[in-house]
């Protein structure tokens, strides 16, 4: 009998688009899609160590399975991403019902590993590094019209709070053909939106050539290939984002109006703290660049509240560089001490949790408000929205995503992966509401991409 397999996903874009490789690779090796997760015989977990309650999720999870397991001894579980490259062994140690544990680097190896788990019994294998970018696994994807390409993995710099270099290892860039490639075959497989997927976008292909900027020349090469009509791209690192992105952003028609641009603090000494390269002043400097040359833009961020040392008034900073900012929405999060970064050994100077939750919430309201007006200023415009399907609240309604990347919810049913203009007639924070105008083109895909390498 075929076997099935279901995979859980924690943590970022890249963990989602290596569960769509393990997905891709299971697979290729003649198991299928669980329709039931809770039925599956082979439970894939893609881990995330980001903040402490990303580790929480998973041994939650972890307990849930074991009673599962217990009732089906042919199940299998395994283990992969950041959390299982940071604790490795102490997956095991705390659950020992796992069968296979593995690191971010060896993504591929995921089900070898799995079969012999089957006959010599639980096994862990983490690599440290990866010796080149890893290409060519094959891929699974989530969805028809819209794909994850990942462009460079790892990251060089040393932010204070920051796991993702010790769990992700140094920054590789991915070929430049071989980006472009891939944008093309998924074109061609009737793909018409791609996110670029980088730790530092910016920072693309300081390790393949002297000739610079190559992240603003790849922009224009992805966003000139056929079938495609959008180009999106997360991250780029406010240090490295240079006038030629901006640049290539303007004259690149695909390339969508939104950029992700992650602040983390406004006070000069707590970004000096976090090594983060830049200040508060430069930070909108270039983000007044980047609204001057790309018309219509929309600015989302990532801040972190109560890192270590952070007074009143670092976090008055904060507020003032977040409400000159006019971010149309934000990521906010509260520090949490990562064992092993620089930040989490500062323990006399963590910031006391009431005074966390009162800058917390003081920033939600600056945020919302700025989300609020920019959203209301959408209110009788008519957006080009790519639909992505019947809206999870209520199927009678569709959503889809502006070029901004705003959430807009209509009425009546569009196929996902289509075109279509709508009206925007209402705004919340964290949404538009709108009136189906026409629906400008179908969805291109015919049939879901098949699995094939990437
Ligand atoms: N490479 C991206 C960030 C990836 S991590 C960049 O530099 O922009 C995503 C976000 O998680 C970060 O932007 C940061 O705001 C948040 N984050 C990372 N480590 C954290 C920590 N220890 N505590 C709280 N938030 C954290
Ligand atoms: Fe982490 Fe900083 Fe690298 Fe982003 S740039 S992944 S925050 S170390
Ligand atoms: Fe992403 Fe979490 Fe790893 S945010 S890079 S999955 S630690």
């Known amino acids: 009998?075929?076997?099935?397999?279901?995979?859980?996903?924690?943590?970022?874009?890249?963990?989602?688009?290596?569960?769509?490789?393990?997905?891709?690779?299971?697979?290729?090796?003649g198991l299928i899609a669980a329709t039931d997760p809770n039925a599956a015989d082979v439970v894939v977990l893609n881990t995330c160590c980001i903040r402490e309650n990303a580790d929480n999720k998973l041994y939650g999870t972890l307990g849930h399975l074991k009673s599962l397991k217990a009732a089906r001894p042919g199940m299998q579980i395994a283990v992969g991403g950041c959390l299982a490259q940071k604790d490795q062994a102490i997956i095991q140690e705390r659950a020992p019902h796992v069968d296979v544990v593995f690191g971010t680097h060896n993504v591929g190896e995921a089900g070898r590993l799995l079969q012999r788990?089957?006959?010599?019994?639980?096994?862990?294998?983490?690599?440290?590094?990866?010796?080149?970018?890893?290409?060519?696994?094959?891929?699974?994807?989530?969805?028809s019209h819209a794909a994850w390409v990942t462009i460079q993995i790892g990251c060089d710099n040393s932010c204070a709070f920051c796991i993702v270099p010790a769990v992700r290892g140094r920054e590789i860039s991915r070929p430049f053909d071989e980006v472009v490639d891939e944008v093309a075959s998924l074109a061609a497989a009737g793909v018409t939106e791609v996110t670029l997927l980088g730790q530092n976008v910016n920072s693309y292909g300081r390790d393949l050539t002297r000739r610079r900027p190559l992240f603003a020349e790849l922009l224009r090469h992805v966003g000139a290939v056929d079938g495609i009509r959008r180009v999106r791209f997360t991250s780029p690192h406010p240090k490295d984002l240079r006038p030629e992105t901006i640049t290539a952003m303007a004259a690149t028609p695909t390339a969508c109006e939104h950029l992700h641009y992650p602040l983390q603090s406004g006070s000069d000494r707590v970004l000096a703290a976090m090594h983060r390269g830049y200040t508060g002043a430069r930070y909108l400097e270039k983000l007044a660049g980047a609204r001057a040359g790309v018309g219509d833009l929309a600015v989302t961020t990532d801040i972190i509240v109560g890192f270590p040392g952070e007074t009143d008034a670092d976090f008055d900073a904060t507020l003032e560089v977040a409400a000159a900012a006019e971010?149309?929405?934000?990521?906010?999060?509260?520090?949490?001490?990562?064992?092993?970064?620089?930040?989490?050994?500062?323990?006399?100077?963590?910031?006391?949790?009431?005074?966390v939750t009162r800058r917390f919430d003081l920033l939600k309201v600056v945020v919302e408000r700025s989300a609020l007006a920019k959203h209301e200023a959408r209110v009788g415009r008519v957006e080009d929205v790519l639909v992505e399907g019947p809206s999870k609240k209520d199927p009678?309604?569709?959503s889809g995503r502006t070029r901004q990347n705003k959430l807009v919810h209509f009425a009546g049913q569009v196929a996902t992966g289509s075109y279509a203009d709508v009206l925007v007639t209402g705004a919340a924070p964290h949404f538009l509401r709108g009136e189906l105008v026409e629906v400008t083109a179908g969805p291109r895909h015919r049939t879901r991409i098949p699995v094939s390498a990437s």
């Open 1 to 29: 009998m075929t076997r099935t397999y279901a995979i859980r996903t924690f943590g970022c874009q890249m963990n989602e688009h290596d569960s769509e490789r393990l997905a891709g690779l299971l697979e290729a090796e």
């Open 117 to 143: 788990a089957a006959l010599e019994g639980p096994v862990m294998e983490i690599l440290e590094e990866s010796d080149a970018f890893p290409s060519a696994l094959p891929v699974r994807r989530d969805v």
């Open 327 to 355: 971010y149309d929405s934000a990521y906010t999060f509260v520090y949490s001490p990562r064992t092993g970064t620089e930040a989490a050994a500062w323990t006399d100077r963590y910031v006391p949790a009431d005074d």
């Open 396 to 398: 009678s309604m569709t």
